[in-house]
């Protein structure tokens, strides 16, 4: 990995650059204010499938139906066909509901269409029940529709199936970075498609969402492991309050400024207990509304400046990582199915 001071790179793979008809927001001559990297895949790679699958409940503990299908989904997180990552986080959504939420990522899109059985049965008949709703929300983007950054070399999401990092990067720091960091961005507006809509079987009771092209999708997420004393306590009392309120923001009423659904989670551990990593992940109706609200809306402000005043205290010595994903699918590589979910889950917002 490149050290700062030496020359930097574009986030953009060199197999998946080509000549722009969109130019970058940022002149050549720019230079980063700091540090940040882009997860590089083997060129081999052209396809990943990103999974998450979701089980939600009202009572205290997790009824029988849950426990069984979490304890069958972790029978498939291994052995023949098993992702190339998978991580686990906890939230309670917008109507109160616990839910557990699993991510599973491969970088072979063949092998997960022979696991994905696995998640057929998740929104199957054996999970049909009054006390849970299950949900499997599904997209297979191509590596030129999504992006990924980073403070640190540590890796989360789909980037740890990557298995290595660019040097620093170009295409960052600034508004507008993650669609410079884009591939596809290159040549394309990704103007969004036709609203999703909702159809229902009779039979099975699930509900599949008919996609939109160019559904945008955020990953975005924190980790503070590392941290401690003064900044421990900068984080949690100062940033994370600011964060919470602006994830809170897009999930109650992000509707009106074009985000579906968002979800702000707990990664948990093998144990189910709490960690010290966050994240957030939202389905918007295009780049663009994400775009805006980043840049302008008054929750995201508050949450730049947050970040910023405590990036400014603690200097290089911040032990905070952060890091993104940046999804922007076409219509067919889409998949998203509820079974006894309310409706104000996921994508069933936007057909509501």
Known sequence: MKRRGDAVESSIAEHLRVDRVHPRRTPDSFHPPYPSFSARFDPAVDQVVMAYLGVQYRTPEPPPVVVAALAALDSARSGEHAPDHHDRARFVDEAGYTSVLTTFYWTDPAEHDRWAKAREAWTGPQH?????????????????????????????????????????????????????????????????????????????????????????????????????????????????????????????????????????????????????????????????????????????????????????????AARLRLYHEVTVTDADEQEFRYLGCHDRTGLLRAVR
């Not at 968002?262 to 939202?282: I, P």
């Not at 840049?295 to 995201?300: I, V």
């Open 128 to 316: 049909r029940s009054p006390d849970a709703g299950f949900f499997s929300e599904v997209v297979r983007p191509t590596v030129r529709r999504f992006e990924t950054l980073f403070s640190s070399d540590r890796t989360e999401g789909v980037s740890v199936a990557a298995g290595k990092l660019s040097g620093e990067i170009h295409e960052h720091g600034y508004w507008g970075g993650a669609r410079d960091r884009l591939p596809i961005a290159q040549t394309d507006l990704l103007e969004p498609g036709t609203r999703p809509t909702a159809e229902t079987n009779s039979e099975t009771g699930v509900i599949t969402v008919r996609p939109q092209g160019n559904l945008c999708l955020i990953r975005s997420g924190q980790e503070w492991t590392e941290t401690a004393g003064d900044e421990r306590g900068m984080y949690l009392g100062d940033v994370e309050p600011v964060l919470r309120a602006g994830m809170e923001f897009l999930r109650d009423d992000g509707l009106a400024i074009g985000c579906y659904a968002n979800r702000y989670v707990r990664v948990t551990d093998e144990t189910g207990a709490d960690t010290d990593k966050s994240y957030g992940m939202s389905w918007w109706h295009s780049l663009a509304d994400l775009e805006a609200w980043a840049e302008s809306h008054p929750t995201h402000v508050a949450i730049f400046r947050a970040a910023m005043k405590y990036l400014s205290a603690m200097g290089p």
